[in-house]
């Protein structure tokens, strides 16, 4: 008899499997770098430890999970072992495990259909349950240890996916061999495989299996035969679903994120219900569901049913499905395996230029690697080679052996990249951030709950939970590079790529973030680092040193470095790079280096680029497409609405100034004007000229001096979020309506203030017109500060930028200088102005010069209304001639008044008439002419005086009119409609151009 230890798992109404205890310790945890995988969200990433003490008893440990460890109804302390017992229970998140230490008389006897989980590279493929399971076989690299339980007839090992066992690394063949079952013992088979099998230093073609034999392939890979248990062994991560499945007995086959699904892949990257394999006609019709990141067949964005043939390939998430001629599926889940290969790349800009130079690199899962070098080698260049954000120009990336570039679609969730700048709002807080980071990049089935989960997951990954309330603005260094990681942890990507994530930071802080990204490689990341922080290199797995134009000059240990350049410390390699040899000389020095040997060739060397192109080139056309559709324009506009909400409301300082600024100005307009200037005796047109054009002027700058940073300053953030599912246009319009409220308001009071201050036109009509002109002058100003923060490199720029941009509406408004100044380039500045359409439309609304617009002698050219009688203008005139001080109300005019102006015309002298027949009557006629002669002479005296009065005392005032009319005549009526259009069509051509230079800087071409 023996003692058996196990655990018996169960999940609702899922059926219990075993879990067998076969070491001293047993870490749990969702992640698949646990022994023991309990793949749930409300299980933490390393959540307990259940462990045998010195006494021989076992022990369980929570640690520090955010849910807890419950053992028999008692929540236990985190890093505090808890003797355990037979029977008692254990929760952990949903699941029970009820732990068994008996003595076995017998092999269980189970029941269970075997389950197959797959990873690649290190792939596990373990059969829970099987009455074969008799077995088990250890197998180590130098990257990961895993155990298999033999429970088939025939297993086969090699590199190639197809294999039961697939053991990732250069050194083994495709088909390297296989175990083959003979009763109750195992023999190993060699397939004539490059390296072969090694056992005692002895190449062998089989042997028998027996409990302690070591076999070596190539000197670095191991299998270990290490014992035989009387019950299955159990796998790293506990599936309750059959991957390996028999569809021909099917109809229908569902897979998602949701457990009730046929195929479950618990990733937050995959749908609830993403896909469906459905027989129809004989045929397996494979269908997207509407998820949020799509299915693709053959690195294909699936865009319509495919019917799938053998060997088609089936990518979703992280796990990938291959049809067999069978009609079984196998399954391959690469999270936390996932292998970068550069191939030859070579990048060349302008008239050919070089950025990179043919370099070659080979990155296997879990290794953390640093990219350093001079100063122009290329750095930045070859991180977003390597991430496919920037393609190099010659080349091959391979994620583990599939090309980056030709399906970057399947793998762009699974990229994490951390740029230079933060890619946060320093005004929310640690928890805000990242929320709102899950609510736009998780799928859109994603429930509140899960999001929460994969939130306090991303939390405690980071060692964050006690700072998730706090503003991001108030962290340390350290802190706050570790939000922007997070940010990108939320979707569990497996490969990350960070640029200078460590600049600026003191050393400690750099230790700091180092340290963190040496456990998150750890826990199943490949992470790429550039850095020029070197005090804590040693915390990674490589080091990729670039001379001058993108060569290579080493690739390996950062601790064999500096022997490899014969300096003492690392940082002595910069020096002697840029100045001993030439970069093609290091480059050639290198290649010929056993590093190359290792590192790239041994790593790379059953990975044929010609392969490669064909595989690509045979890619079927016909499931070509768009990546998926994640969440909805309408849906991104609302959470990017609420963001922005959030940010404004915790920046209370730029808050207050935007709510205060339209008062501070409008509260000028008591200390400015005259609140008659409106009034035709003590007005002022001038005054009324300036005045409406300064509150167009004032309405146009303060929202352009509102906006000018609204997008420039989030530049970093806007551009990794459209790598990922972005679009510009719920991003701009998301910005646009709040900017809308705020323009409503700013209008509002303008409008308020204005009245309460100056004397003016009170109709509803009028208050309604102005208000809209003013609310339109604003959002123009709004709309035209974003388009200054669209083309501005930086936020340093942006106000000179809008300075800019608002002279020429100063000068070319209409309001400063008359437009009948402007030569033809003046006249199409002045058309194209913002403030012309509002400022023209202003005059026309308050009724500064109508009167003299409906005068039908203005309208007449000014040669005859310079010709018309005082007469004619008493009768037919309002604003010329004598009726101009009682019928026209034009702002001041009253103020020219003279009393000469109501002096009658002297009367002229009757004539004599005519010479009489009656020469008895001539002398009277020569005393009446001569009595006619001196009235004459007094009446052109008194006649020349008045003229001279009357004109002088309308002249000024006909003049003052004149000269408004001749300046700003064209404004006195206007469409005001045609304005208020024209104003839009501005708006609107704006707001597009925003728009398309957001999107001509879309950092993504794919």
């Not at 053991?167 to 023999?187: A, F, K, T």
């Amino acid at each position: 008899m023996a003692t058996l230890a196990r655990l018996e798992i169960s999940k609702g109404d899922a059926p219990v499997q075993s879990y067998i205890i076969a070491s001293d310790m047993v870490s749990i945890g969702r992640t698949a770098d646990n022994m023991l995988c309990l793949d749930s969200l409300d299980v933490s990433r390393h959540h307990a430890r259940l462990s045998k003490n010195t006494a021989g008893d076992f022990e369980i440990e929570d640690l520090k999970s955010s849910s807890g460890t419950i053992l028999n109804q008692r929540a236990l302390s985190p890093n505090t072992p808890h003797k355990i017992q037979n029977a008692d229970q254990i929760t952990i998140g949903s699941f029970e495990l009820r732990f068994f230490n008996e003595e076995q008389t017998q092999p269980l006897s189970l029941e269970q259909e075997f389950t197959v989980f797959a990873q690649n590279p290190a792939i596990d493929k373990t059969v829970i349950g099987s009455p074969n399971a008799n077995l088990t076989l250890r197998i180590s690299t130098p990257h990961w240890m895993r155990d298999f339980s033999l429970g088939k007839e025939k297993i086969t090992f090699g590199r190639s996916p197809s294999s039961d066992i697939c053991i990732d690394m250069p050194v083994v063949s495709s088909q390297h061999g296989y175990l083959q079952s003979n009763g109750n013992q195992y023999e190993i088979f060699d397939l004539n495989s490059k390296n072969g099998i090694t056992f005692d230093g002895q190449l062998i073609r089989r042997k028998i299996l027996k409990e302690g034999d070591v076999f070596y392939v190539g000197g670095i890979v191991s299998l270990q035969l290490i014992g035989s248990i009387s019950s299955n062994v159990s796998a790293p991560t506990l599936v309750t679903n059959n991957p390996n499945l028999q569809l021909g007995s099917r109809s229908l086959l569902k897979i998602g994120r949701d457990p009730k699904n046929d195929i479950c892949i618990n990733h937050p990257s995959v749908s609830r219900y993403h896909a469906e394999i459905r027989k129809e006609n004989g045929s397996l019709i494979l269908r997207d569901l509407n998820s949020s990141n799509g299915t693709f067949v053959n690195g294909r964005a699936l865009t319509r049913d495919w019917t799938l043939k053998v060997q088609d390939v089936v990518r979703i998430g992280m796990s990938t499905f291959t049809l067999n001629i069978d009609e079984t599926l196998d399954r391959i889940d690469e999270e936390g395996n996932l292998r970068l290969d550069a191939l030859h790349l070579t990048k060349i800009v302008g008239k050919g230029i070089k950025l990179l130079d043919d370099i070659s690199l080979s990155i296997l899962p879990k290794e953390f690697v640093i990219v350093a070098g001079v100063s122009g080698g290329g750095k930045s260049t070859l991180l977003d080679a390597l991430n496919g954000f920037r393609p190099a120009s010659k080349g091959h990336v391979l994620v583990n052996n599939n090309d980056l570039y030709k399906n970057f679609s399947a793998y762009r969730t699974q990229l994490g990249y951390v740029p230079q700048k933060d890619i946060v709002h320093m005004e929310l807080s640690v928890d805000q951030v990242l929320d709102y980071a899950a609510q736009l990049r998780l799928p859109k089935d994603t429930t509140l709950s899960e999001r929460q989960a994969r939130v306090q997951a991303v939390l405690e990954e980071l060692e964050l939970t006690h700072r998730r309330n706090v503003p991001v603005k108030a962290l340390s260094g350290g802190q706050l590079k570790r939000v922007s990681i997070g940010v990108e942890l939320i979707t569990e990507p497996g490969l990350f790529f960070l640029d200078e994530a460590t600049s600026g930071l003191d050393p400690g802080m750099d230790a700091e973030v180092m340290q963190l990204l040496r456990k998150l490689a750890d826990r199943g990341r490949t992470i790429l680092l550039i850095t020029h922080n070197i005090g804590n290199i040693h915390v990674c797995d490589l080091v990729v040193f670039l001379a001058a134009g993108g060569r290579v000059a080493y690739f390996g240990p950062p601790q064999e470095a500096p022997k490899y350049f014969e300096v003492n410390e690392f940082k002595d390699i910069y020096q002697k790079v840029e100045r001993e040899l030439t970069p093609q000389e290091w480059q050639q020095r290198y290649c010929r280096s056993p590093y190359y040997q290792k590192y790239v060739l041994d790593r790379q060397q059953d990975i044929r680029e010609d392969t490669i192109s064909t595989r690509v080139r045979q890619q079927p056309s016909k499931a070509g497409g768009a990546a998926g559709k994640h969440i909805s324009n309408w849906a991104q506009f609302l959470i990017l609405s609420r963001r922005n909400v959030d940010v404004l409301l915790r920046d209370r300082v730029s808050l207050i100034l935007m709510l205060a600024i339209a008062p501070i100005i409008g509260i000028l307009d008591f200390i400015t004007w005259k609140s008659d200037i409106y009034d035709p005796s003590k007005g002022n047109a001038g005054q009324v000229i300036t005045m409406l054009f300064t509150t167009v002027l004032f309405a146009v700058m303060t929202g352009s001096l509102t906006t000018m940073r609204e997008i420039v300053k989030e530049v970093e953030i806007y551009r990794r979020e459209h790598m990922v599912f972005l679009t510009v246009l719920p991003y701009i319009l998301s910005k646009i309506w709040i900017f809308l409220l705020l323009a409503l308001y700013q209008a509002a009071v303008f409008v308020f203030l204005k009245y309460l201050a100056i004397q003016m036109p009170t109709s509803s009509p009028v208050i309604t017109e102005m208000y809209i002109t003013l609310v339109l002058s604003a959002i123009a100003g709004m709309v035209m500060g974003l388009l200054v923060s669209s083309i501005s490199p930086n936020q340093n720029v942006a106000p000179l930028l809008t300075i800019i941009f608002i002279i020429p509406q100063i000068i070319f408004g209409g309001g400063v200088l008359p437009i009948s100044t402007f030569g033809t380039a003046g006249q199409i500045a002045n058309n194209i102005s913002l403030t012309k359409w509002p400022f023209e439309a202003l005059v026309t609304i308050t009724d500064m010069g109508t009167d003299v617009a409906n005068d039908i002698c203005w309208q007449l050219p000014e040669n005859e209304r310079k010709s018309l009688s005082v007469e004619k203008k008493k009768k037919d005139c309002n604003c010329l001639g004598q009726p101009l001080f009682k019928q026209c109300n034009f702002p001041g005019i009253k103020s020219k008044y003279r009393p000469a102006v109501d002096i009658p015309e002297p009367a002229k002298p009757k004539e004599p008439g005519e010479l009489p027949d009656d020469p008895r009557d001539l002398e009277e006629y020569k005393q009446k002419t001569k009595k006619y002669q001196d009235q004459i002479q007094v009446w052109q005296k008194d006649y020349g005086k008045w003229k001279t009065d009357y004109e002088g005392a309308l002249g000024e005032a006909e003049g003052t009119i004149q000269g408004y009319h001749r300046d700003f005549g064209h404004m006195f009526k206007v469409n005001i409609k045609k304005h208020w259009l024209i104003s839009l069509i501005a708006i609107f051509t704006m707001l597009i151009a925003v728009i398309f230079i957001q999107k001509s800087k879309d950092f993504v071409s794919f």
